[in-house]
Every structure is written in structure tokens, then in C-alpha cells.
């Protein structure tokens, strides 16, 4: 696991990051509407009473440390995890019980932590496996050809050869040509170099204007401050802090992610827990 | 000369192994299912062609036209229910309940059967017909035809697998079962396809091996089981070619030992399966991964 990255005097500092260009329009129906979910793993309680609304053509962004219940969120959207409690309602339709290859027809998409690409299957069967059941849309694999480079002349080359930078972008790739309107990205700097994680978010504004709403999680604080609309902080499995980055002090979001009591207490740069 | 004779005739019967073994490890490669009931299925295909050719008076060879399609339906539908209900209890639970499938098999082909044993009656014109090379090394047509259908049938997976996308979606669900339903991929339907496919090939070597000998209710598990996992370990797992090599070496390692003596021919294939399982655990074409 790498540690968080936490310059946040830097990023929060920056005038607003919002490169999502307009601000959501306020009437307008959520895409995304997750109320009072509560995730059990086992005994363990990963998320409790959890809510949230994501507009189309956003980029909301879940922050928090290690075990916070981020990446369960996350699972829980795509499907993969039962709610003890709660509803998923995307685009007006309760989908909480819906099993994982409907949501993806229904239009979330998910670009798993880890990446999980099919290891022996070429960059463009992996593509086509995530085309196999598609909505129809803008996406295709020669689309993504275009988005990313390096992609077409190597796509004939075993995935689990890629380097991990590389694998993300297919990973991307794969969730993108299912043709979504809702994409969660889980963790996608997760074992990056800090500039392969920035040339991934640089493809954040191209997937926007082609009408994508984003959902992320991020360990990498600084990193979600920059490309989000609205920041959401977890702490073992509760809210704790809320909105826009240009709204929120460093202190605030510092607070939020360690908790209240750590934050006034002991030292807090040694990271969480 | 029965040297080179014992080594031709092992080639052939090896074809009919790599059709057994096939479905065997499909199964394995992508569900992680070891299926005992396996070899019982070949049985039952055999006698349903048996029923087949009585009812409709098709020719004998042609049968599996009709016995293939309803295995392969067969196989979704038992996928689907019962092994896909013992997978979601592990996979320990596949195991008792495939030894389970295969008992009630062969208990009922007994109690309603009986233990006689068949054949499928394939026309006397292809069952004697053969051709003679060399001296004394006389090699049957039929047996040619199955080692044929054999190819064949492994050509044709190993196609479907590279190149379809049915092929490439149970590719992608050997890989990673939760990242290919989160591509949109149904992996209970994937399953299902592989195991029609698996049921497909199993009934078309029970068949194959009704027309080439006798079989009877219990010979499921007593050798066809057997013949087909000692060929897919000794070729290798998930390597279609390799269970077609590790089923000829099988058949060639069975028929020196007949030719040593009437009674060896089983022993000689355990015995190098046994030596592959010592010398070399991945089999002769393994790597170390998976389908």
C-alpha cells in the first residue's frame, strides 16, 4: 500500500481546481442517489449510513485513509458487495439489488482497485470483453485507441505484460467501452509513479466532455482535491466531511480524515493508523 | 513390426482419449470444477444413442447429431442448477456433489439397464473396413474417423476459444470471474456455455467409444474417468494440444503394454502416468498457469 500523498496546504491553496468545467445545474435529476448505506463485511461494519447524491457531470471524489470503507462504497455500487442496509438509486431506479452485469448494462462501470485486467488475454480482447455487452455509445476500442496512444500498436501484447501505467489505461478502456454514464474509478494511483498517475487524470476533461459523470476514490488527497467537484471524506465507514474543494480548508479535510480526536491529539503526519 | 504397430494403434486410441479428456478440463480450466461424474456422462451419451438408433433408425454414426445438441443443452441446464449451487458452497462441495452425480448415474443405468454390455452398431462395412501398411500394420478406418473427429473437435475449441467471443468471454472468466461480471459478463451464463461445451464433447467420445467397443454401466468411472484425467495431466493442464498429446502418449504407453502382455495395458498407462506425475508434475506441455 503506498501512503497517502497529503501536500494539501499546496492543492488546497490553488484556486479552484474544478476542471470539470460548469458547476452542475442545481434542479437537474441525480444520477446517483445512495441513501443510508450500510455494508457489512462478515461481522465488521465497513459502511455506516452512508449517503450521497452525484449530479451528471461531476467528478465526486471519495476521500480517506486506509480501511475507511472507500473502495467497499465502491463495490457496493458496482454490485459486489450485498447492503445490510440502504438503496442505490441510479438514474431514478432503485438498483440495490441488481447483480453486477446488469448495473454495467444499466450504465455503471467500473475500473476495479488493482485493475484486475485479464491477465492472458491481449489488450484488445480485453477491450472486447468489456464492448461484449455494451450500451450503445461513443465508445469503441478504436476510440480508446485514440484516447490512449500507445494502445493500438501493442494490442496484440498479453495484458499481464503491460506495465502497471499501462494496464491502468486498459483497464480505463475496458470500463469506457461498456459505454457508461456513471464510471467509478477505484484507486487509480494506487502503485503509480506520481506522473503516471498525472498523465491518467490528464484523460479526466476528454472522458467529461464525452458526457461521463465520475465517481473516484483516492488515498491520494492532494490528487482528488485537483480534479473534483465535490469531495467526500470517510472515516471508518462514516461521513465526516462534505463538498466543494474550493470550500473546504486543508485544516477541515485534515480533520475529517484522521478524525477529530487524533487531529487535536498526538502528531498527525504519521499517517493513519 | 508390433512394435511400430503398438505405437500406430496408440496414436489412434489417444484421439479418443484428448475427446475425453477435453470436456474434463474445460470444466476444470474455467470453474475450477473437477466433474467425477464425468466418464458416467460418455455412458449415458452411449446408451442414449443406443436409444437413438433404435427409435429413429438413423444410421449409427450419424447419431451424434442428436445426442451432442441435447448433451450440450443438458450440460447448461445441470450447470446452472445443481453445479452452480455446489460452487457457490466451494469447491470442495462441486467435488461431493459431481461423486454424488456420477453415483446416482451408474446405479441407475443398473437398476434400470442393466449391467449387460453394448455396443452402438455402426454398418459392418465400417467397422471392417481398414487398410494395411507395410506388413501386418493394419490400421481400421473407424479408428482413423475417431482419431479424426478428435482433431477436429480440439481444432474447433481451440478456434472458438482464440477467436469468438463466447471463447474469448470464458477466457476472460478463467482470469477473473468478478472482473468479467463487472464488464457486464454473466459469469453463471459463461459457465453454463463452457459446460454445454464440455457435455458436447464428453458425449461425442461416449460415442465414439460405444462404436469402438463394449461398454457397460460401470465402466464410466472405472476406466473412461481415469483415462481422461491421466490424459490431462499428462499432457498438461490448459493446454488443449496438450491433452491431445498427453491422451497419445496415454494410448501409446497402454497398447506397448498389451503388446507385452494381454493384461499390462492398463498397468503400462498408470504406470507412465505415474512416471509424468514424478519426473514432470506440469505434464509434458504445462506451464505452470491455468486455461
Known amino acids: 500500500m503506498t501512503r497517502p500523498w497529503l501536500p494539501w496546504a499546496r492543492s488546497a491553496a490553488r484556486p479552484g481546481p474544478a476542471p470539470a468545467g460548469q458547476p452542475p445545474a442545481g434542479p437537474a435529476r441525480p444520477l446517483l442517489e445512495v441513501r443510508d448505506l450500510t455494508v457489512h463485511h462478515g461481522q465488521l461494519r465497513a459502511l455506516t449510513e452512508v449517503s450521497l447524491t452525484v449530479h451528471p457531470g461531476e467528478v465526486y471524489a471519495i476521500i480517506g485513509a486506509n480501511g475507511a470503507g472507500k473502495s467497499t462504497l465502491l463495490r457496493t ?10 438503496t442505490v438509486v441510479f438514474d431514478g431506479a432503485d438498483v440495490t439489488g441488481l447483480r453486477p452485469d446488469r448495473r454495467v448494462a444499466a450504465g455503471i462501470a467500473m475500473v476495479p482497485e488493482g485493475r484486475r485486467l485479464f491477465g492472458s488475454l491481449t489488450v484488445e480482447e480485453n477491450l472486447l470483453v468489456g464492448a461484449a455487452y455494451a450500451r450503445p455509445g461513443p465508445w469503441s476500442p478504436e476510440r480508446v485507441y485514440e484516447l490512449f496512444g500507445w494502445m493500438r500498436e501493442r494490442r496484440g501484447q498479453r495484458a499481464a505484460l503491460l506495465s502497471g501505467g499501462e494496464q491502468q489505461a486498459v483497464a480505463i478502456g475496458r470500463a469506457l467501452v461498456a459505454n457508461p454514464r456513471l464510471l467509478l474509478l477505484d484507486e487509480l494511483s494506487l502503485g ?33 482535491l485537483r480534479v473534483a467537484t465535490h469531495v467526500h471524506c470517510l472515516l471508518e465507514g462514516r461521513t465526516t466531511l462534505r463538498g466543494a474543494p474550493g470550500e473546504l480548508t486543508a485544516a477541515a479535510i485534515e480533520d475529517a480524515y484522521f478524525g477529530l480526536a487524533r487531529a487535536n491529539g498526538q502528531g498527525t503526519r504519521g499517517g493513519p493508523r | 513390426m508390433s512394435w511400430v504397430n503398438a505405437v500406430i494403434q496408440g496414436i489412434l486410441l489417444g484421439g479418443l482419449y484428448a475427446l475425453f479428456a477435453c470436456g474434463l478440463s474445460l470444466m476444470f480450466g474455467v470453474m475450477n470444477v473437477i466433474n467425477l461424474a464425468h466418464g458416467d456422462l460418455a455412458v449415458v451419451a452411449a446408451y442414449l444413442a443406443l436409444g437413438v438408433i433404435t427409435i429413429t433408425h438413423v444410421p449409427a454414426q450419424w447419431s451424434f447429431l442428436i445426442v451432442v445438441p441435447v448433451f450440450a443443452a443438458l450440460g447448461y441446464a445441470v450447470q446452472r442448477t445443481l453445479i452452480q449451487a455446489s460452487l457457490n458452497r466451494g469447491v470442495l462441495t462441486t467435488l461431493l456433489v459431481t461423486f454424488g452425480l456420477s453415483v446416482v448415474i451408474e446405479n441407475a443405468l443398473l437398476q434400470f439397464l442393466s449391467a449387460n454390455t453394448h455396443s452402438i452398431p455402426v454398418s459392418a462395412a465400417l467397422v471392417s473396413a481398414s487398410f494395411t501398411i507395410g506388413s501386418g500394420i493394419t490400421i481400421a478406418y473407424l479408428d482413423l474417423v475417431i482419431f479424426g473427429a478428435a482433431v477436429i473437435v480440439l481444432l474447433g475449441l481451440q478456434y472458438f476459444l482464440s477467436s469468438s467471443k463466447y471463447g474469448r468471454l470464458i477466457r476472460a472468466v478463467a482470469d477473473d470471474r468478478e472482473a468479467a461480471q463487472i464488464t457486464g459478463a454473466s459469469h453463471r451464463h459463461v459457465f453454463g456455455i463452457a459446460a454445454a461445451i464440455a457435455f458436447g464433447t464428453v458425449a461425442l467420445a461416449g460415442i465414439a467409444f460405444g462404436t469402438y467397443s463394449q461398454f457397460d454401466p460401470t465402466i464410466g468411472t472405472d476406466q473412461l474417468l481415469l483415462f481422461a484425467f491421466e490424459a490431462v495431466v499428462i499432457g498438461g493442464l490448459g493446454s488443449l494440444w496438450g491433452t491431445l498429446i498427453g491422451g497419445v502418449l496415454l494410448g501409446v504407453a497402454q497398447q506397448i503394454g498389451a503388446t507385452i502382455g494381454t493384461n499390462d495395458q492398463v498397468l503400462a498407462g498408470q504406470l507412465f502416468f505415474l512416471a509424468v506425475l514424478v519426473l514432470r508434475p506440469q505434464g509434458v506441455m504445462g506451464s505452470r498457469g491455468t486455461a
Open chain 1, 192 to 224: 503509480l509513479a506520481p506522473a503516471v498517475v498525472r498523465r491518467i487524470y490528464g484523460m479526466l476533461p476528454d472522458l467529461l466532455a464525452a458526457g461521463l459523470t465520475v465517481l473516484l476514490v483516492e488515498q491520494d488527497v492532494s490528487q482528488a
Open chain 1, 77 to 86: 455500487l458496482a454490485g459486489l458487495h450485498a447492503p445490510t442496509s440502504g
